[in-house]
Nanobody, 128 residues
Framework: QVQLVESGGGLVQPGGSLRLSCAAS????????IGWFRQVPGKEREGVSC???????YYEESVKGRFTISRDNAKNTVYLQMNSLKPEDTAVYYC??????????????????????WGQGTQVTVSS
């Protein structure tokens, strides 16, 4: 059974940092492209950052220079380091393992797809 479990969310002041973790079981993450997505009530889920095996990375425009995606294959875990957080970053954050073939661009992989493996989400709230 595939499970992705996010952790590390919480309440942080504007300008602060958080590191989200996503631990996988039932699959080996180094065989997948990986991604972080977020969703606020009343809006569609959006791709925040995705990473392919070849090292290519996509960041949504508003998080460029502030967020960093990474993975630790030995721990079968994916991370999202979030710095200089803003109130508009408030959302539920989801990690996903992306079972797409290699010819799919990393940006296209960052469009939410029901065929991906999803975690349950972790709330991030940026507020003073």
């Amino acid at each position: 059974q595939v499970q992705l479990v996010e952790s590390g969310g919480g309440l942080v002041q504007p300008g602060g940092s958080l590191r989200l973790s996503c631990a996988a079981s039932g699959l080996t993450l180094d065989r997948y492209a990986i991604g972080w997505f977020r969703q606020v009530p009343g809006k569609e889920r959006e791709g925040v950052s995705c990473s392919r095996h070849d090292g290519s990375v996509y960041y949504e425009e508003s998080v460029k220079g502030r967020f960093t995606i990474s993975r630790d294959n030995a721990k079968n875990t994916v991370y999202l380091q979030m710095n200089s957080l803003k109130p508009e970053d408030t959302a539920v954050y989801y990690c996903a393992a992306l079972p797409f073939p290699a010819f799919i661009t990393v940006q296209a992989m960052c469009i939410p797809n029901p065929n991906s493996y999803w975690g349950q989400g972790t709330q991030v709230t940026v507020s003073s």
